[in-house]
């Protein structure tokens, strides 16, 4: 099957559509932050115009264009798939206020235990209301009204109806303890978000350094798959601290990233005791490790108890504090 080159304007931005793709899934796909709504021909958030090339109609859309934006060559790409080359001209999104909040009635899709205390949640959406948000973003979760929790989302927004997030098992926390006693297929789950700024800069050329401790790989992991997605091609670190009695739950998927591509490296690493003390000696190795006087952008997802001690650490490195982004999380 034959695919096309899709040039967005005026970013310049590219990537390839097959002719059985949407040109919105198609852009998503490449991890591009195109504008969208419903996905399904009725919001009209997905207007594009046709600055050169053919496309092709591929589903019956409800939103009515008006004549005269008709003749000047705006169509919705969720709508439409190319036919030839084509460059199109679009307001790509670039931050996090250009995504809505969301209220989302989803379904829980599939349950997978990723480890004996680590559960995958994966979520669907209704077909018309997938959830809009940038990698990396965190959603309020709630099973009813007295159990909910901010959960880092695990999944790349290419796939806005089956948003993923993990859950672990903690005596304290009844969202975990009902999670893996009680919580079924089909259970219905309300979203709320996206929230958080914890997001990949797209266009930075920097060597990527991400550190996930423990279940902060979920935030690294939706990270890691939108570079991939962008196909970044600077090399891209990958480090996941865990706790004595945890494992890296997807250290095969790790692995099969690093087999994969050339320029990741995966580093899992164990520390003796969930402490300060030891998230520090192994932050420092990191950061030495790491110290090959070129520039770069780190991702750091850690306890948020350990967040003071982490900024002083950039701080005493002489880390460019502005290239190191970092997202906490509360341990119940
Ligand atoms: S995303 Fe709603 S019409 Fe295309």
Redesign the pocket.
């Known amino acids: 099957m034959p695919t096309f080159k899709v040039t967005l304007l005026p970013s310049g931005h590219r990537y390839f559509a097959s002719p059985k793709q949407s040109l ?1 899934q198609a852009g998503l796909e490449s991890g591009f932050n195109l504008p ?11 207007l594009a115009r046709l600055e050169y090339g053919e496309i092709q109609s591929l589903r019956h ?1 409800d ?1 009515v264009l008006s004549e005269s934006q008709k003749n000047k060559g705006y169509f ?4 439409h798939t190319a036919f030839s080359d084509c460059q199109l001209e679009l307001h790509e999104i670039h931050g996090v206020n250009e995504i809505p909040q969301q209220n989302i009635e989803a379904r829980v899709y599939k349950l997978e235990n990723l480890a004996h205390d680590v559960m995958s949640i994966s979520l669907k959406t209704p077909r018309t209301q997938p959830l809009r948000f940038l990698a990396g973003q965190h959603i309020t979760v709630a099973l009813n009204k007295d159990l909910r929790s901010k959960r880092s989302i695990a999944s790349c927004p290419c796939d806005g109806l089956k948003p993923e997030i993990h859950v672990k098992l903690r005596k304290q926390d009844a969202f975990s303890q009902y999670v893996f006693k009680h919580l079924k297929r089909n259970d219905r789950i309300l979203i709320q978000g996206p929230m958080g700024e914890f997001i990949l800069d797209d266009d930075s050329q920097r060597r990527l350094i991400f550190i996930a401790y423990d279940t902060g790989f979920a935030g690294i992991k939706s990270l890691l798959e939108h570079a991939i997605a962008l196909e970044k091609e600077q090399s891209i670190s990958l480090y996941w601290i865990v706790t004595p009695h945890s494992t890296p739950y997807l250290e095969n998927y790790c692995r099969s990233i690093e087999d994969a591509l050339d320029n990741v490296t995966f580093y899992p690493l164990s520390i003796k005791e969930a402490s300060e003390k030891c998230f520090e000696s192994v932050l420092k190795k990191i950061f030495k490790q790491e110290d090959q006087g070129d520039e770069v952008d780190g991702y750091i997802i850690l306890p948020e108890s350990f967040r003071s001690l982490t900024l002083a650490l950039i701080n005493r490195y002489g880390l460019d504090g502005q290239r190191w982004r970092l997202d906490g999380y509360q341990i119940l």
């Open positions: 919105l969208y709504g419903c996905e399904g021909g009725n919001c009209g958030e997905c859309s939103f919705l790409t969720c709508c």
